[in-house]
Each structure stands twice: as structure tokens, then as C-alpha cells.
């Protein structure tokens, strides 16, 4: 029996099952079924494409704020052949998610692989991203991106050399060459970092952008691949304040703060680090909400993913999660989630990682 048929009938039984359209699932796999004979391919209707995503978002085992999973907002994108018309529907998707503060998790959904072809692919790792540097050893921006950036310097783009360039978008039609466009700087939404008590903070110079839109994983629904379905949610703020900002491999941050706080760093039994932490990811839980932009502290977050693990035990789904992900981290201890195991089954539909064609 062919493969790919096998996966479709799962998904449709799964979902026709979900939106209670039981009836309706003979004749559509009757419809698949000759589809697939005379193709080798299917095409999802648009509620199949919108539900399967939702249950992708619902299955990523990493995710923590997988509670909202039914209120993900589709773009179908999958019409969408020319460049032009792929930048427009990104710079769209900025927009609309970002809904002046008030984020709205959104997915836009390009056209799936077929016949070993790749229509559309996007290269950034998230739509909106700051550039790195490596000038002779000083390092300047954000070291995650030092080999985007110099992909991007290839293809004729050129920053400013600061901390806090916004990269291009860079996509790839057809398996075809490299295409580049910059985002507009009024549709990209960003926030300067202040602390509620320390005033020394601001001189910090820090700042974020407000909606992390991921668009490098392939979505996969029924046996259908979707190379380019960048989704985005809003922040845990943890991921900015205890990881963008103090590894020691991202902005590296650590020692200033504890400067500006005069902590004493001459010995780690201080914890000074932890100190200087705390307030550095107070400071961005600070200034997101002062500024009305979306984003949950650890501690809500843990909250909210109990509440997703009950309902998903009131509809007799098993829940899956990877423990090593899910504990946030700053202080995991003081989550639930820190205490207890979780099934780190793989469940479709789903997210891939995918080849990155730079390094
Ligand atoms: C609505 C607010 C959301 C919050 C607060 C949230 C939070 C998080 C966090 C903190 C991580 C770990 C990221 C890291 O440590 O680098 C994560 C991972 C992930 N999230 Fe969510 N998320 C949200 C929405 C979404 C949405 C809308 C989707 C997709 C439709 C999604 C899919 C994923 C996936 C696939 C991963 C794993 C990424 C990887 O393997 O690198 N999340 N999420
Ligand atoms: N809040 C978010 N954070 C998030 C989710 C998935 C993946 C990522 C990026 N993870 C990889 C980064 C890059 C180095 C280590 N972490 C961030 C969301 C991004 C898109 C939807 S929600």
C-alpha cells in the first residue's frame, strides 16, 4: 500500500474525527485515494491545512505555550509563485502578528514539496533578527547570526555595523539562486529595555524585537511537506533576558548588569550572576508590558501548559513534551514541569528542522 496514502488516511481519520465530520472522511480518502494513483500527491483543503497546523503546534513536544494551539490564525500562501509576492505576504504576516503589541500567533503556509521540488524556501531562521559581526575578533550584534550575516553581505546586502541590525529576508524559489529584500523598519516592532528601580539599566542600551517568527522548520501534514510555514507566537521572557542577553555566546551581557547594579563580582558564591539575571529579566518583563507588546513570564507559562495538560487529558490525547525544553530556565525548579516526566514521542502533523543551505 503506498506510503503516502497510509499517512493521509491517519490524518483524515484524526481529523474529520476532531471537527466531527466523521461522515465525511469515506468519500474524501475515496478523493485522496485517486489523487495520490494519478499524482503521487494530495492537495489539503483549506480546513485540513488549517487544522492540521493547529495539531502540529498541539504535538510540538519543545513547545511550552502549546495551551493557545486552537487560535492559531492561517495565511494559505500556497498560490504564491514570484518573489515579489513572497516578500509582500511576509511583510503581511509581520503585520498582522504584531497588531501593534497585541501578538496574534500566525502561520503562513507556502506551497508543499512535490515531485522532489522545492517551490519556496525562506533561509532567515526567524523572519526579524539581528545581524552579527565578526570584525578582526570584536564581535558586534548577535553571534547566533555571524553566518546569516555574511550570507547576506554575499548576496550585496550591507549593514550599519550595529548591535541591533535587522536582517533581510532571504528566500529561494525553485531550488533556484538566493533572492534578498529589507524589511521595512516601521512594520518591525521593537522594544528598548528599562528596568522598574534601576535606572542605570537604560545606559545598557539594550533593546528587542517584539515578534519571534520562526522560518526555517518544515511542517508536516498527512505525508505532505511544507518547507516554508513561518509561524510565530509572542515571547517567554526568559528567552530574551536568560538567553539573548546573557549567554555568554548571545549578547554576553552578565557582567554589566551586575555593574550597574554594584554587585560584588569578585566570587561566584555572591551570585551575582543570579542576581544580575533576575533583574535583567524583570527589566524585559518590565518594558514589554509598559510598551502594551505580548509576552508571559516563566512562572504564567508553566501555569498556562498545566491547564494544556489537563485539557488534553479531558480529550483522551496523550500528551507528549521534552522535559529538557519545556523547564524554562530560570529557577525550573519552582515550575511543576521541573517534577515530573514527559513522553517524548514524535506525533504528525508536526515541525522538522531542516538542511540550512549557509554556514
Ligand atoms: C503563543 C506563544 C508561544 C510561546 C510563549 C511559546 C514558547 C516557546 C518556547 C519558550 C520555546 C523554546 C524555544 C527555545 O528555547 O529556543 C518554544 C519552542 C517551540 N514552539 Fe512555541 N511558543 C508559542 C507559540 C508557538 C506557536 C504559535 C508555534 C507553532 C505554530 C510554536 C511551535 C514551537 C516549536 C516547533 C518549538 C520547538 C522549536 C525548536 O525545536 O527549535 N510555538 N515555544
Ligand atoms: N516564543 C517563541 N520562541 C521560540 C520558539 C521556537 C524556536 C525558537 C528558537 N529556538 C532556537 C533558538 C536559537 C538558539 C537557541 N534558541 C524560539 C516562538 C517563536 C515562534 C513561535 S513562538
Redesign the pocket.
Known amino acids: 500500500m503506498n506510503e503516502l496514502y497510509l499517512q493521509a488516511e491517519e490524518f483524515i481519520n484524526k481529523t474529520y474525527k476532531e471537527l466531527n465530520k466523521e461522515e465525511l472522511i469515506p468519500k474524501r480518502l475515496k478523493e485522496i485515494e485517486h489523487e495520490i494513483e494519478t499524482s503521487n500527491h494530495y492537495n489539503h483543503t483549506f480546513e485540513e491545512l488549517e487544522h492540521g497546523?493547529k495539531m502540529?503546534?498541539r504535538n510540538?513536544n519543545?513547545?511550552?505555550?502549546r495551551l493557545?494551539w486552537n487560535t492559531?490564525s492561517i495565511k494559505d500562501a500556497r498560490e504564491i509563485r514570484e518573489d515579489d509576492h513572497v516578500f509582500e505576504a511576509l511583510e503581511s504576516h509581520v503585520r498582522y502578528a504584531t497588531n501593534k503589541g497585541k501578538i496574534r500567533?500566525t502561520?503562513t503556509i507556502f506551497a508543499p514539496r512535490r515531485k522532489g521540488h522545492t517551490p519556496v524556501r525562506i533561509i532567515n531562521h526567524q523572519i526579524i533578527r539581528y545581524a552579527g559581526y565578526n570584525f578582526n575578533n570584536e564581535i558586534i550584534g548577535d553571534p547566533d547570526s555571524i553566518p546569516f550575516t555574511k550570507l547576506c553581505q554575499s548576496l550585496g546586502w550591507q549593514g550599519e555595523g550595529s548591535h541591533f541590525d535587522l536582517l533581510p529576508l532571504v528566500i529561494q524559489l525553485n531550488d533556484g539562486e538566493l533572492v534578498w529584500r529589507s524589511l521595512q523598519e516601521k512594520d518591525v516592532l521593537q522594544v528598548d529595555i528599562s528596568h522598574p528601580e534601576l535606572p542605570d539599566m537604560n545606559d545598557l542600551g539594550l533593546k528587542w524585537y517584539a515578534v519571534p517568527i520562526?522560518s526555517d522548520?518544515l511542517l508536516e501534514i498527512g505525508g505532505i511537506r511544507y518547507p516554508a510555514a513561518p509561524?510565530?507566537?509572542?515571547?517567554?521572557g526568559t528567552?530574551i533576558g536568560a538567553?539573548n542577553f546573557a549567554d555568554e555566546s548571545r549578547y554576553n551581557c552578565l557582567l554589566a548588569v551586575a555593574e550597574t547594579m554594584e554587585l560584588d563580582t569578585s566570587k561566584a558564591s555572591t551570585l551575582w550572576k543570579d542576581r544580575a539575571l533576575v533583574e535583567l529579566n524583570r527589566a524585559v518583563l518590565y518594558s514589554f508590558q509598559k510598551v502594551g507588546v505580548s509576552i508571559?513570564d516563566h512562572h504564567t507559562?508553566a501555569e498556562q501548559f498545566k491547564k494544556f495538560e489537563k485539557n488534553e487529558q479531558v480529550a483522551n490525547r496523550e500528551l507528549t513534551g521534552t522535559w529538557s525544553?519545556l523547564i524554562p530556565p530560570v529557577s525550573p525548579a519552582v515550575t511543576h514541569i521541573f517534577h515530573k516526566e514527559y513522553n517524548d514521542q514524535f506525533v504528525s502533523p508536526n515541525?522538522h528542522y531542516q538542511n540550512r543551505i549557509y554556514n
Open positions: 497546523a502540529a503546534w510540538a519543545k513547545c511550552i505555550g493557545f492559531l500567533p502561520m520562526i522548520m509561524f510565530n507566537g509572542w515571547y517567554m528567552e538567553r508571559v507559562a525544553w515541525f
